[in-house]
């Protein structure tokens, strides 16, 4: 065991990497989708304090391609150092960091057992094509400018530029998500 708080920093770093990954892996399109996903971009992360939890921020580089049922994430440093890679298919999921890597034998369980939550995967490549998913209710935001669905409020107002951002304040601690495309 390392000294006091080394276990605490990892457990935050993965906790960061775990949800960047689950944010973009949810972000893919259906087999045989004439839209498949490969896309880069930057993204940034950060999860407010919550008892017994600081404050986390997170920012990287990211690359994805493929879909739902099985793709491929990679979580880049500025600095274009690989933090996390995270592949999927065949009833699998698995997280590499320079820590070592986890099996999951799904995206939703490395979401659950690795954050102790579970995040809307499947409304987010919806979200990333500026509509709200179809499979629960939403609400549109005034002036169009996004929609509330799922406990987050997305917003689409830099959605003609690349941007896109997911804000969920309850159940704690609150989330907020942005994501910038390149090539936008």
Do not use: Y
């Not at 629960?136 to 996004?146: M, N, V």
């Not at 941007?163 to 998500?177: F, I, K």
């Amino acid at each position: 065991m390392g000294p006091p708080g080394t276990d605490a920093c990892r457990a935050a770093g993965l906790t960061s990497a775990l949800l960047a990954a689950l944010t973009i892996a949810g972000c893919a399109t259906p087999p045989g989708s004439p839209d498949k996903t490969s896309v880069s971009g930057r993204l940034s992360i950060q999860v407010d304090t919550s008892p017994g939890l600081p404050a986390n921020r997170f920012t990287a580089a990211f690359d994805l391609s493929g879909t739902a049922e099985q793709g491929q994430l990679q979580l880049n440093s500025p600095l274009g150092v690989t933090m996390a890679s995270a592949r999927w298919g065949s009833g699998e999921a698995l997280l590499v960091t320079p820590h070592g890597e986890r099996r999951f034998p799904d995206l939703e369980a490395l979401s659950r057992e690795s954050l102790g939550e579970n995040l809307p995967l499947r409304a987010l490549p919806d979200w990333l094509k500026g509509r709200p998913w179809p499979g629960a209710a939403s609400t549109p935001q005034a002036a169009a400018t996004g929609f509330d669905q799922l406990g987050w409020t997305v917003d689409l107002s830099r959605f003609a530029a690349g941007a896109v951002s997911a804000t969920r304040l309850e159940p704690q601690p609150p989330v907020g998500v942005r994501i910038q495309l390149d090539g936008s």
